[in-house]
């Protein structure tokens, strides 16, 4: 907290329903957030309007709680032009499940790339810096230029710390497909584990089936790492993949658990032992039994002294 120039310097614009993650990192700072007024017209625009003095500040604005991405995406424009008409020095928008970044390249002719397209809207907006936690695709920085840069966090340092607490035997690290290959080493590495990797083909979007399996999981406690949870068909293919092929316990650390359409049930239904993810998403009330969220903000708070020292 020393690294701040002053505490006075900062202000944090939160969301209109703090998740977990946005209220640790503001107690953590010990900064009191700025009083924000979030609505919609009966036509469905939103209005925003940030009841503070920004002038020369640096403000924070948190991820949105609204689960809408389109929304959302509106909703940190709007704050960061409101921030940057009242003067702000510097908006930072803290995206930790970023926006549209599965759609960081063109697949097929006619598609738009949107991923870069979000990030344009966003630096027109007023947006200076992202902070973000693992990105889909690390090549989505490269979309925004030097004077608007990335801060990219990785989710690793807290799944490591709670795996080694969890102190699993005989166990090694799965990729649930060779995309994710490098981020499983990693942590493999971190954890001195070995690694195995599924190999999977994409019959349409969300949608996946695993057709073979790289390396030995025979009689091991597995650990499948990836960055996103969406409607958890990719997991559970892996997972039975992983149990055919003589595995044991089997856990899940995946960064942002969206769990969209079936994806509690289709997790319940796999032989998976937990599903841990990060608070970068709020916890759904419907959400897997398996599933247990453990806190981010440490990380995100770290970079935040870093922006403003």
Known sequence: QTSFKSFSDIKIIPSKDPSSLEKNISDKLQIEPSPVTVKKFANSETYVRIDDNLRNK???????SETNVNDALMEVNLKAD???RSGAKKVIAVLPNFPYARQERRTESGEPVSAKVAI???????????????LHSPAIEGFSSNDTPFY????????ADYISKKDIKNACVVSPDEGGAKRA?????????ETATVQKTRTAHNSATALGLFGNVEGKNCIIYDDIIDTAGTIAEASK???SKGAKDIYILATHGLFNKNAAQTLDSAPIKEVITTNTVPEKPNGPSKAKQIDASGEVVKAMLDISA
């Open 58 to 64: 640096d403000v924070y604005i948190m991820p949105p």
């Open 82 to 84: 409101a921030a940057k």
């Open 120 to 134: 344009d809207t966003m630096k027109v907006s007023g947006v200076d810096e992202f902070i973000t936690i693992d």
């Open 152 to 159: 990219h966090l990785s989710s690793m340092p807290v799944m």
């Open 185 to 193: 080493k990693k942590l493999a590495n971190k954890l001195n584990m």
């Open 241 to 243: 993949m992983l149990k």
